[in-house]
């Protein structure tokens, strides 16, 4: 596929916290790379019932002393006022200025508990205790959450997150632009007027790609599939292969005038250093 002329488009990473000290040096070399693109902002996950709190905060610190504006995925389910307060504040004092706020998974064999039902009440309630210090971000849904009750029921629910204080939106991965640009159109008839920044899973296996996809609702399109399935432990062809689909959806993007790009790098660079260099990034 054809390069373009270099520019400057932004971009940001997602990263997630590592459990070792090695897989910590290894994300730093990655970032490094990544950091070649000038990313406006990495940001780093957060466990199912903020299981990895400690390790996301350490790991949003870094890449903070590295230079590089960082947000802290922040998620509410089973968290109390006073906890998601204490929490607030420790970023604040990190000096963390953007936040991905979430509702969140509860680790498995847990209630709902805590006192914040949805996204919504943690973006209502950063802003009630902190104004506009934070820059929130919130999650949205192209091709509808999985919990949703429908898809009209999960547009309001995009609203009211937005409504309720958010600047700006990254979305679940999808590989249909088509989506994208229809969520966008419905979500300005409801009034909702924020940016709505695409989220870019990279394929980089087969297997691992179609796990995720089917545990977050994410619809591979039955070519893409079936071209992967015919891969079969063709490491070289899937990557090749996924290189050329992922450029030619984020080409699609820019031409229909997206914002900017949001990778999901899961801890990795290649692919999406090789992406952003064909697109001229």
Known sequence: MSQTSNTVFPVSFEFFPTKTPEGAQKLRGVRAQLYERKPEFCSVTYGAGGSTQ????NAVKEILSEGV????????????????????AQLKEMGVRRLVALRGDLPSGYGIG?????????VAFIREEMGDYFHIEVAAYPEIHPQARSAEADLKAF????????NSAITQYF???????????????????VPVVPGIMPIMGASQLMRFSDA????????????????????????AFG?????????????????????YTM???AATLEICKRLGI
């Open 54 to 57: 400690e390790g996301t905060f």
């Open 69 to 88: 504006d960082a947000a802290s995925h922040f998620s509410c389910i089973g968290a109390t006022r006073e906890s998601v307060r204490t929490q607030l």
């Open 114 to 122: 805590g006192e914040f039902h949805y996204a919504s009440d943690l």
């Open 159 to 166: 609203a009211t997150k937005v409504k309720a204080g958010a």
């Open 175 to 193: 590989f249909n632009a088509d989506a994208y640009f229809r969520f966008v159109d419905d979500t300005r008839r409801l009034g909702v007027d």
């Open 216 to 239: 977050c609702g994410a619809e591979i399109p039955r070519w893409i599939r079936l071209r992967l399935q015919g891969f079969g432990d063709d490491v070289e062809s899937i990557r």
């Open 243 to 263: 290189l050329d689909v992922i450029t030619a959806l984020c080409e699609q993007l820019r031409k229909g005038g997206v914002p900017s790009l949001h990778f």
């Open 267 to 269: 801890n990795q660079s």
